[in-house]
């Protein structure tokens, strides 16, 4: 007998661009088709790469388990993927509208900006 099916949540990827040891925690929009994620956090030791999951879950209202880095553990340009929130719900959240939207249904792979929108860190606290 096999098993009963069950529901699986929701999976988008998101791809990134991180700026680690900036000023503040920020996410800033989007710039040639990847939301730029500014963490004060040097990227030594997977601190970035930890700051970086932080911060998008906490601007998701995730938990942290539910934000995981898949690609660019040591490179800028990274790929998260997001469990439990489909892609509009990603795309509301981080303010990103419709801009990046591409064709596989991902968040952030076309080109396109924020229309001059930023959003600050999560939460509207400065700092980390």
């Known amino acids: 007998m096999s098993p009963a099916p069950r529901p699986v949540p929701p999976v988008v990827r998101l791809d990134l661009r991180v700026v680690p040891r900036a000023s503040r925690n920020a996410i800033d929009g989007l710039r040639e088709g990847r939301l730029v994620v500014r963490v004060t956090a040097p990227p030594v030791d997977r601190a970035a790469n ?7 879950a906490e601007a998701l209202g995730l938990p942290r388990r539910d934000v995981t880095l898949v690609r660019g553990e040591t490179g ?8 439990g929130l489909g ?3 990603v795309r ?26 930023r959003r600050g ?5 400065r700092g980390g």
Do not use: F, S, Y
């Not at 930890?50 to 998008?56: E, G, W």
């Not at 800028?76 to 469990?83: A, Y």
């Not at 509301?92 to 968040?107: F, I, K, N, P, S």
């Open 50 to 56: 930890d700051a970086v999951v932080r911060l998008v």
């Open 92 to 117: 509301e959240r981080l303010g990103m509208g419709d801009a990046g939207r591409d064709t596989e249904g991902g968040v952030g792979g076309g080109r396109g900006d924020d229309g001059g929108k």
């Open 76 to 83: 800028r340009n990274k790929t998260v993927e997001i469990r």
């Open 87 to 89: 892609e509009a719900a």
């Open 121 to 125: 860190d999560a939460g509207g606290r």
